[in-house]
Nanobody
Framework: QVQLEESGGGLVQAGGSLRLSCGASGRTFSTYAMAWFRQAPGQEREFVAG????????YYADSVKGRFTLSRDNAKNTVYLQMNSLKPEDTAVYYCAARMSTWSGLYPPLSQSEYGYWGQGTQVTVSS
């Protein structure tokens, strides 16, 4: 089993920055990919950014490309999502997810169904 815990959400003005953290504990040696998803009120959960653990290959949704950066600290089993130039439309609950099995393809999976472990979520609110 793997436990994920997010932190770092909050309220920020448009144009500001936040850094989200996701710490993993438990069977972390089997991690194949980790990702951030978000869900705004009344909307479906959507992929934001992900990282393939082997090789550190990252992938970003077009809506955040150039503004958000995903990084990791292997020693701490933690991934970070640095969010810059935040916009009101970035307001959502952000979830960390982990996948513990292989898949075909180079980039981390984009579908939430591909991830078996989830954190509880952290609220990000961007005011205009």
């Amino acid at each position: 089993q793997v436990q994920l815990e997010e932190s770092g959400g909050g309220l920020v003005q448009a144009g500001g920055s936040l850094r989200l953290s996701c710490g993993a504990s438990g069977r972390t040696f089997s991690t194949y990919a980790m990702a951030w998803f978000r869900q705004a009120p009344g909307q479906e959960r959507e992929f934001v950014a992900g990282i393939r653990w082997a090789g550190g290959i990252t992938y970003y949704a077009d809506s955040v490309k150039g503004r958000f950066t995903l990084s990791r600290d292997n020693a701490k089993n933690t991934v970070y999502l640095q969010m810059n130039s935040l916009k009101p439309e970035d307001t959502a609950v952000y979830y960390c997810a982990a996948r513990m099995s292989t898949w075909s393809g180079l980039y981390p999976p984009l579908s939430q169904s591909e991830y078996g472990y989830w954190g509880q979520g952290t609220q990000v609110t961007v005011s205009s």
